[in-house]
C-alpha cells in the first residue's frame, strides 16, 4: 500500500500505533471533512484559519478571495500546514483520565503555490463545490471570466502528510471495571436537517436527490 | 457590551461585517465547540494540532500528555492561535461563485502558562470532560494524584480573540435569480447516534439521561 515518509513534523511521536501514513486513509479523511485549518506563521506567530478545501490528486486545493493573507502567504511558496478532523464519537470510560474521543485526524504540511491557468482554475472551483456537495457543479451556474479574475485558487502537493485514528471501546484501569457507572462510546455524525428553499426561487423548481438526501460519512 | 480589542492578527479584515469582538458570541462559540486547532511555530513552520479544550472564566484550558510537544510550547509562554469552527449550514447560490457555508468560528492569539496547582489542575479536569458531556464528570472516577501527575494543563487567557458568523439564505446575482435551479440552505448539525455500552458494564447500569439525551447546540 502506497504511504508517505514521515517528515520531522508528521511522524507520529504521541501513542504511534494511532498514527498512519498510507495515502489510501490519508485521502479517505481529507475527502470526507467538510472543512480544515490552515497554519501560517505571521511575524513569528502561528495564525490558525478555517477553510474548504478539495484534494484533486495528489494535491489539495484552496481558494478565497485575492485580498486572503491566508492565499497571499501560501501563494508565495511559504510553509503551510493544513489540518481535518472528524469526531466520530465520545469515548466515555470508568475514569475521566481514560475519557477519549474517536476521530480521524490528518495533519499535511507542505508548500503551495497559485494556480493561474483559467481552465485548471475554473475545474479546481467545480471541484471544490463537488467536494461540498456532489452533483452541485453540474446544476449552478459555473464561474464566468469576472468571478475567476475575482477568485484566487492555490494548490498544496500532499507529500508529507500522517494520519491519527482512534476507534473502539474506553479502555479503563484492571481496576476501575468494578465501578458501577455507565461506560462505553456515544456515536456523533454530522447530520442534515430539512432543507430551506431560498425565498426567490423560480416557480416549479423542486430540491435535488443531492440535497434532500445529503449524507456526509 | 463587554468586547475584546482586535489586535493586528484578530482585527476582521474580509467581509468586517461578518466580524464580532463581544465576549458574549466568543464564549459561546468556544462552549459549544467540542474540539478546537491549534497552531504553534516550530523551526519557522507552522503545526495545528486537534485538541479538545474548556472555557473557564476567562481563560482557555488544554490539555494533554507531559510529552506533548504541544504542551510544552505553550507551557513555555510562546504565541499561541486557538481556533474554533462550528459548521451550521451549506448555502446553495444559483452561481457556483455565491456558494457559501453558514459558520460561526472564533480565532483566539495569545500565550499560555502551565497549570500545576494540583486542585487547580484537577478542577480544571473535570471542567474538560464537562464541557464535552455535561453531568459525566460527577459519575465517572476523578483523577487520583498519579494520574494528576502524568497529566499536563495549560491556560491561555481569552484577550485578544474574534468570532466570524455567517448565517441566512444565499446572496446571488440579480441576474441570476432567473436560473431555475435550487436555491437554499441546507442545516447540518453534530448529532449523537444509539450509545454503545461497553462490554465489561457492572450488571444493571443504566444508559444515563446526560448521554442517551445528547445534544450539542
Redesign the interface.
Known amino acids: 500500500m502506497a504511504e508517505f515518509k514521515p517528515g ?2 508528521t511522524k507520529i ?2 501513542i504511534p500505533e494511532r498514527g498512519s501514513y498510507e495515502k489510501e486513509s490519508i485521502y479517505q479523511i481529507l475527502d470526507e471533512a ?2 480544515c ?14 477553510t ?1 478545501h478539495a484534494r484533486i490528486g495528489d494535491q489539495l486545493v484552496l481558494h ?2 485575492p ?3 491566508l492565499l497571499k502567504y501560501i501563494a508565495g511558496g511559504n ?5 481535518v ?1 472528524l ?1 466520530d464519537g ?1 469515548v ?6 481514560h ?1 477519549s ?1 474517536n ?1 480521524r ?1 490528518v ?1 499535511l ?1 507542505g508548500s503551495g503555490k497559485l494556480v493561474d491557468d483559467p481552465q485548471e482554475k475554473a475545474r479546481f ?2 471541484a471544490l ?1 463537488e467536494h ?2 456532489p452533483g ?2 453540474k ?6 471570466e469576472k ?1 475567476l479574475k ?2 484566487t485558487v492555490v494548490s498544496i502537493p500532499i507529500e508529507e502528510a500522517s494520519a491519527k485514528v482512534r476507534t473502539g ?2 479502555v ?1 484501569d484492571e481496576e ?27 416557480d ?5 436527490d443531492y ?1 434532500s438526501e ?1 449524507q456526509r460519512s
Chains 1, 2 share one sequence.
Not at 485549518?37 to 478555517?50: F, K, N, R, S
Not at 446544476?139 to 464566468?144: F, K, P, Q, T, Y
Request: glycine letters at 8%.
Open positions: 520531522p513534523q511521536k504521541r467538510l472543512i485549518h490552515v497554519g501560517i506563521v505571521q511575524d513569528g506567530a502561528p495564525i490558525v484559519i478555517p474548504i478565497g478571495a485580498a486572503s493573507r510553509p503551510v500546514c493544513v489540518t478532523t469526531l465520545l466515555l470510560a470508568r475514569s475521566t483520565f475519557h474521543m476521530y485526524s495533519v504540511m472551483l467545480d463545490v461540498i456537495i452541485r457543479s446544476e449552478a451556474r459555473g464561474a464566468n468571478e475575482a477568485t471501546p474506553p479503563d476501575d471495571y468494578s465501578i458501577s457507572v455507565w461506560a462505553g462510546v456515544l456515536p456523533l455524525k454530522i447530520s442534515a436537517e430539512a432543507p430551506v428553499p431560498d425565498s426567490g426561487l423560480v416549479g423548481v423542486q430540491v435535488p440535497v445529503y
